[in-house]
């Protein structure tokens, strides 16, 4: 049983060496006569190599890359995948990979945890009534509480009306409500702010 990554084939290992002597990425395409979009994905599997070995030889996680970070703090304010695309320009596939990397370098198995682990103790909200809720379904939970329509709630939020409809029925789950008004209703009891 081998421990922590496999060795990079050898173009890869040129890669690695060019990196490590600062060659850009245009320079890296012109030395091993590939494009440059070829060598961009050649350095992005290298560095996905070097943050591999780097978390086998210490056992901690390797520091997020720029746009990790950026995708890591729309995570916390509980943005969905689509969200942080649109707020990021980037697709959704990438915001999925990278969300998935943040979770598996931080240990967390679910969206939820994470978000909750990034939050100071002292805010924290225990994990039953609106405690069971996310940032997104609070936000939701607020503007139906304000009487506002689910296509109204969508426009508000820039999101769309069946993300709404699906947050509402997770909402009215989670706190066993039964119906749109027993929701509202909830909300108001409830204070959401």
Excluded at 37 to 46: D, E, K, L, P
Excluded at 90 to 118: M, N, P, Q, Y
Excluded at 153 to 180: C, F, M, W, Y
Aim: charged share 25%; aromatic share 4%; no cysteine.
């Amino acid at each position: 049983m081998t421990q922590g990554p496999r060795p990079l084939p050898p173009r890869y290992q040129a890669v690695a060496e060019l990196l490590a002597k600062g060659y850009s990425s245009a320079d890296i395409a012109a030395r091993l006569g590939v494009r440059e979009s070829t060598a961009g994905y050649y350095i992005s599997r290298v560095r996905s190599h070097q943050r591999q070995v780097e978390m086998a030889r210490t056992g901690v996680p390797p520091q997020f890359s720029r746009r990790e970070t950026q995708v890591a703090a729309l995570l916390e304010r509980g943005m969905a995948d689509t969200e942080i695309a649109t707020e990021l320009g980037i697709g959704v596939r990438t915001v999925e990979s990278h969300v998935s990397r943040i979770l598996r370098a931080s240990g967390i198995a679910t969206r939820k945890d994470f978000v909750r682990d990034r939050m100071p103790s002292s805010d924290r909200v225990p994990n039953t009534g609106l405690g069971a809720l996310s940032l997104r379904e609070l936000e939701v939970l607020h503007l139906i509480a304000r009487g506002l329509s689910h296509s109204q709630v969508a426009q508000r939020l820039n999101i769309d009306q069946r993300t709404v409809e699906s947050h509402a029925i997770a909402i009215r789950k989670k706190l066993r409500v039964p119906g749109h008004k027993s929701l509202a209703r909830f909300g108001m009891d409830a204070r959401v702010d």
